[in-house]
């Protein structure tokens, strides 16, 4: 049996300089520190693709001091006009 460490993950080749990249901060308090979170829509039966009624969560990243999303993250969600 093979005692060799796993390998790592091979990373994208295309390599990203993170230094000049937007650091997203969030909109109402400036923290840039986010924790994931789920935003849960609730499906309806008609809506559902299997034909029943489900929870579907989407990720989302919320303020780790305010809790606010910021508003480019909520893209998708339905949210963005609330
Ligand atoms: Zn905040």
């Known amino acids: 049996m093979s005692t060799k ?3 790592p ?3 994208a080749k295309q390599t ?3 230094s000049k990249a937007d650091t997203i901060k969030c909109d109402d308090c400036g ?3 986010f924790i994931t979170s789920f935003v849960i829509k609730k499906v309806s039966a008609i809506l559902s693709p299997t034909g029943q ?3 579907v969560p989407i990720q989302v990243y919320s303020c ?3 809790g606010q ?5 909520l893209e998708g969600s339905g949210l963005e006009t609330t």
């Open 64 to 66: 780790g001091n305010c």
């Open 5 to 7: 460490p796993m390998k």
């Open 16 to 18: 990203v300089d993170l």
């Open 9 to 11: 993950l091979p990373k």
């Open 53 to 55: 009624e489900g929870l």
């Open 31 to 33: 923290n840039y520190l």
């Open 69 to 73: 999303v910021p508003k480019s993250l």
